[in-house]
């Protein structure tokens, strides 16, 4: 059983229309909180790899012309310092599927290294809210808008951590291009 769940947590991203809680949900029940986080988040951040690629290949045939090159630059110039933020995110909060943010983050040119580093820590976030909520609000004995409350909590230092480690990022990156 934990095969099929993998599999559907690598397609997850690339092209199948469940949301992620159904998926990680019926997960927990076959395989456990356990199984279900660490296979889901191995499985979708495999997706999210493949899909970037895939978004990738294709926005470089999409670029090559002008008018594409002056909205992306503008959408970018938009977004400013806070895509890799916004990015996180809504990884994490369902708003946006991930097909459509690995081909976002493929047209705005985030690095796949810093694209995964995001990914991760969205994912375990994320699948790891949907795979223990119901065991820890019991062991803690909280109500579920309490649950809810401490998962957005940690939505908020996750991207704050993010945004942390991608000031360093970019610190040396312009370090670098100085010399």
């Known amino acids: ?23 990680v949900l019926w997960g927990t029940r076959q395989i456990g909180s356990l199984g ?9 951040v495999l997706g999210l790899m493949f899909m970037y690629s895939l978004s990738s290949l294709i926005a470089h ?6 008018k594409e090159s002056r909205q992306l630059a503008w959408f970018m110039q938009l977004t400013g310092r806070y895509r890799v933020w916004i990015l996180g995110v809504l990884l994490i909060v369902p708003l946006v599927s991930d097909e459509v943010l690995c081909a976002g983050s493929a047209f705005l040119k985030i690095p796949l290294p810093q694209f995964l580093k995001i990914g991760i ?21 909280l109500r579920r808008w309490q649950m809810i409350a401490v998962e957005l909590l940690f939505m908020f230092l996750a991207s704050a951590v993010l945004q942390h480690f991608c000031k360093k990022g970019e610190a040396k990156l312009s370090c670098k291009n100085s010399y």
Request: proline letters at 5%; one cysteine or more.
């Open 36 to 44: 279900a986080f660490f296979f889901g988040v191995t499985g979708s």
């Open 1 to 23: 059983m934990w095969c099929v769940y993998f599999l559907a947590c690598v397609l997850l991203p690339i092209c199948v229309p469940v949301p992620e809680t159904a998926v």
């Open 121 to 141: 820590i969205a994912k375990v976030i994320s699948i790891g809210m949907i795979a223990f909520s119901g065991f820890l609000g019991n062991l803690c004995g």
């Open 61 to 66: 045939h999409i670029l090559k012309g002008r």
